[in-house]
């Protein structure tokens, strides 16, 4: 599907966000580990969501989903698993990274592949880490990389694992970890890429029953024979998903109010809309609607932007709208997701007429005058969505696979021709 999306003047809308994404595969995924039922309300139906639904059904999980709603009878810590099952994380690295860690819970051993992207995604220090506490996963392809075959046991014990890559490694320790034979000492070294994520899974956590010891963002105790209790869940807002209608509004000079947004939430996420008021945006916060609107010109940024990782493509289009220039930082772990966001970033603004360079620890933008083209995301949801803030600006720029949007947001481009002018 390609979309090219028509030249939007000032704008005015009021919309609601869309779940976390986030929130939503770490609650679906502690529910299954419970004692007792859980209703999780609000989940996000998405590609990457309903990877982890077919997974945990896979393993032994009751799930009943209807409008609004899924219903999900806990395991108690532990998985039914058929002979060399083989699950299919498709590009959902976050299915794929939690999951690895909850398989050692299962009685058999578990196959784990995903798509041609997902095997070119290192996942060496998860697969350390947890071998170094009972796990025996074995590589089926190349080394550091998937298909992996899980098996073993969570033993316990303290563990070591860099934090620079991804912070759903530590995150699939933490949240498995109640269940182990003995208590789990996590020691991270180095910087936490996208540290906040921690935070939302320490959340989640707790609002279930168990709640990890920490020593900031370096060391997580989680103890033993603790279990998490089913429970009724509501997943907030997204902030990643409400960016772009923020940035529509910054780059068309026009006024956006999004609702349902938790204000004190921890998703890193949410420094998106203080980046757009520090470039000249009016940021108005309220209970449950935070309104961003511009009216004057956009001045350029620095800012490090390595708790809010999923934001940093849809603050690079607005920078590339600025009247001066941009550097974002602490970006270097966007090379491991879906695609290297940092080379298809550059690579998009420059396609476009652009002046954008990689640094060694980010990106720079050196406002220039763009002009119409066709964007080719590479399958990458966050691609696409980003693209189409800028796309807004001209009126001539055309997004080739625009469906891969479905991974996250798949109402995505329903929502943008809602808002625009009759």
């Known amino acids: 599907m390609n979309i090219t999306l028509p030249k939007m003047e000032a704008c005015g809308f009021r919309v609601t966000a869309p779940p976390s994404k986030s929130y939503t595969h770490r609650a679906l995924i502690i529910a299954a580990l419970a004692d007792g039922v859980s209703e999780i309300k609000n989940p996000l139906d998405s590609g990457d969501t309903r990877v982890t639904c077919r997974a945990l059904r896979a393993l032994g999980t009751a799930i009943r989903e209807e409008p609004g709603l899924i219903h999900i009878r806990g395991n108690s810590g532990h998985f039914s698993c058929g002979e060399m099952m083989t699950l299919d994380m498709e590009n959902s690295g976050t299915s794929f990274r939690l999951l690895t860690a909850a398989a050692l819970l299962c009685s058999e051993p578990v196959i784990f592949t995903g798509s041609q992207r997902m095997q070119e995604r290192p996942i060496g220090h998860l697969v350390e880490a947890l071998n170094s506490i009972g796990g025996r996963i074995g590589y089926l392809g190349k080394t550091d990389y998937p298909p992996l075959l899980v098996e073993g046991t969570m033993r316990g014990g303290l563990v ?21 034979e003995s208590d789990i000492e996590i020691r991270i070294t180095g910087d936490v890429a996208s540290r906040s994520y921690l935070d939302i899974t320490a959340d989640c956590m707790a609002t279930f029953g168990v709640v990890p010891e920490r020593e900031g963002y370096q060391e997580f105790m989680i103890r033993s024979g603790q279990c998490y209790k089913g429970r009724t869940y509501v997943i907030e807002g997204d902030y990643s998903s409400a960016s772009y209608f923020f940035a529509i509004a910054a780059v068309t ?25 520090r470039m000249g ?33 849809t603050l690079c289009m607005v920078a590339a709208m600025a009247s001066t220039p941009s550097h974002i930082s602490g970006i270097s772990h966007l090379k491991y997701k879906e695609s290297d966001r940092i080379r298809a970033t550059v690579d998009l603004l420059n396609r476009l007429g652009g002046n954008a360079t990689i640094t060694e620890d980010g990106i720079s933008i050196i406002p220039a005058p763009l002009h119409g083209g066709t964007i080719d995301p590479g399958d990458d949801h966050r691609t696409a969505m980003s693209a189409a803030v800028l796309a807004l600006t001209r009126g001539d720029i055309t997004i ?19 808002i625009l002018p009759g």
């Open 160 to 180: 070591s694992i860099p934090g620079t890559i991804s912070s759903q490694f530590i995150s699939a320790l933490m949240i498995s970890a109640p269940y182990a």
């Open 253 to 277: 000079g026009g006024v956006a109010e999004v609702e349902g947004l938790n204000p004190v939430s921890v998703q890193g996420d949410r420094m998106f809309v203080e980046a757009l008021g």
């Open 281 to 313: 945006c009016q940021v108005t916060w309220e209970q449950n609607c935070i309104r961003v609107e511009r009216s004057g010109d956009l001045t350029g940024i620095t800012m490090d932007m390595s708790s809010s990782p999923d934001t940093v493509q």
């Open 400 to 418: 080739r696979n625009a469906e891969c949007v479905d991974k996250s947001f798949p109402d995505y481009f329903t929502a943008i021709f809602g």
